[in-house]
């Protein structure tokens, strides 16, 4: 596609502007084109990395697309200077327009349910190529211990500097050993694509309709853990959770149905660890400079994350917000 202006000054353009919606991975800047708007997606030199990855973005868009609809179109790649640009959807990311604590959009369960469906329809052979050390199609146990040892290493990687933080908070010396100790009793279902990261600021609503963005980590794995992230990740109110974990069951393949109620919790203990883990070492470097509005909102998110994680470890009781912000106060004032 030819577009004007050329790719290499709209990046120029992004990388100029203040404006911009920024993830952990990725800077996303509105740039206008003769054609209409596109987004610039830079990646951010340095981000620390706490996800498994597998695949570059464009190419999982790419093959997907004959199948799942509602994503970005991939309009530009470049490597050097590594960014994209995608085609720019018009709507409101649900997040600003049903932020937690709010219902999600009437239709929203039904769009994630069809995209769960459709997904599990894209083929191996559509995919880029699989690593050679991937877990073998079915091996959910392998897929899962895969899943925590990525966190093991963020765990490895950032205790020592945070060791003070993580013990104020109550993070037991061994996290990740009740997850761990799960994966043996996981039943074999096929493996899928999987998007893996769909929350809130994952998802724009246009014309009444879910558009799913941001596909940096997208596997090949069991389909039960997209549900499981994706439940997790969103926050949902109790009926709107069952809904979309009923569907799911509904609407999906028998084979990978199997066990489902009783592997997902496995999955959500797994993504209950890994968020206290990971988001204490991102919320830490992010409060000090946050402002007035969003400090509190960080506060509570971390809070919240921390009790999900007390209980999956067995820790009595729950740490309060202000008692949070008072520990990530004293560790940045040590930490400067």
Request: net charge negative; charged share 25%; aromatic share 8%.
């Amino acid at each position: 596609m030819t577009m004007t202006p050329d790719p290499l000054t709209l990046y120029r353009t992004a990388r100029a502007s203040e404006m911009s919606a920024s993830g952990f991975y990725n800077d996303n800047v509105r740039v206008e084109t003769d054609d209409g708007p596109v987004i610039v997606r830079i990646p951010i030199h340095g981000a620390d990395g706490m996800d498994l990855r597998m695949w570059p973005e464009h190419e999982v868009i790419r093959a997907v697309a004959p199948w799942a609809s509602e994503i970005p179109a991939v309009l530009h790649v470049s490597h050097d200077p590594a960014f994209q640009i995608h085609r720019f959807i018009a709507g409101d990311v649900v997040d600003a327009i049903a932020a937690r604590g709010k219902s999600v959009p009437a239709h929203l369960a039904g769009d994630v349910v069809r995209f769960f469906r459709d997904m599990s329809r894209v083929p191996i052979e559509a995919l880029p190529a699989l690593p050679a050390d991937w877990p073998k199609d079915g091996d959910t146990a392998g897929f899962g211990a895969l899943l925590s040892a990525v966190t093991a290493d963020v765990w490895r990687r950032f205790r020592e500097p945070y060791a003070s933080l993580y013990a104020a908070l109550g993070v037991p010396a061994d996290p990740l050993g009740r997850v761990e100790a799960d994966w043996a009793t996981m039943t074999r279902r096929p493996f899928r694509a999987l998007h893996c990261d769909i929350h809130r600021k994952n998802l724009i609503v246009a014309a009444g309709r879910t558009h799913f963005l941001d596909w940096e980590l997208a596997l090949w794995g069991d389909p039960l853990y997209d549900l499981a992230v994706h439940l997790h990740k969103m926050d949902y109110f109790p009926a709107e959770a069952g809904a979309v974990r009923d569907g799911w069951l509904a609407a999906m393949p028998a084979d990978t149905r199997a066990e489902a109620l009783v592997d997902l919790p496995v999955y959500i203990r797994h993504e209950r660890v890994k968020s206290a883990l990971v988001d204490t070492v991102r919320y830490a470097k992010l409060i000090p400079t946050a402002d007035a509005a969003s400090e509190p909102r960080l506060v509570a998110s971390l809070t919240t994350k921390l009790n999900r994680a007390r209980a999956v470890w067995g820790v009595e009781g729950l740490v309060e917000g202000e008692q949070v912000r008072r520990i990530l106060g004293a560790f940045g004032s040590v930490a400067d």
